[in-house]
């Protein structure tokens, strides 16, 4: 049930992100497309107190419990940062804005992006250990390893983003002769 329902919010993520775009930018109803777009967390919301209330009810944790958590810290750290990309994108195609800027791709500026994708990937690991501690604590003496076995995971993933972005900081990639590295502008 509970995979079924993380399936549901990932697909209801992006028909939100959708619609909210199109009544955004093909209708012009901003306030609409704005309140579609702010029903986004409205999903992690009802998948976390139907992940609760699973555990509540006798079921044992298992990896749909970990993944629903690993769910939730994902869309906490890069939600908002992949609904203003899409949007940006959006204005650009729909409403004739300005091109989004894309990452910078050469130098420190690029470690420095890397690094800020890596804080928001501490940060989904932190959202989603918290999940799960408190999974652990709420079922108590029942089978636990399957949550401290995402916690893991979750930390792994945290140390492989890590060493990626540390790379981009000691081997940063130069720009080609010609062109000037540009850094990227403020957020």
């Given at each position: 049930m509970i995979v079924g329902l993380i399936v549901a919010c990932e697909v209801a993520f992006w028909v939100l992100l959708a619609a909210g775009l199109a009544v955004r930018y093909l209708l012009k109803w901003r306030r609409t497309g704005l309140a579609l777009l702010l029903g986004e967390p409205l999903l992690e919301l009802v998948l976390f107190a139907v992940t609760a209330a699973d555990l509540r009810n006798g079921a044992e944790p298992g990896p749909e419990h970990g993944?629903?958590?690993?769910?939730?810290?994902?869309?906490?750290?890069?939600?908002?940062?992949?609904?203003?990309?899409?949007?940006?994108?959006?204005?650009h195609r729909l409403a004739g804005g300005p091109r989004p800027p894309g990452p910078p791709r050469h130098g420190m500026a690029r470690a420095a992006h890397e690094g800020r994708l890596w804080l928001r990937t501490v940060l989904a690991a932190v959202v989603a250990c918290a999940l799960l501690q408190g999974a652990v604590r709420y079922v108590g003496d029942g089978a636990t390893e399957s949550l401290r076995g995402y916690q893991w995971t979750a930390l792994r993933v945290v140390a492989i983003h890590g060493v990626i972005a540390l790379s981009y900081l000691v081997l940063p990639k130069r720009a080609p002769k010609g062109e000037p590295e540009r850094p990227r502008p403020p957020a």
């Open positions: 993944l629903a958590a690993l769910y939730i810290g994902f869309t906490v750290a890069y939600g908002h940062l992949t609904i203003r990309w899409l949007d940006g994108h959006a204005a």
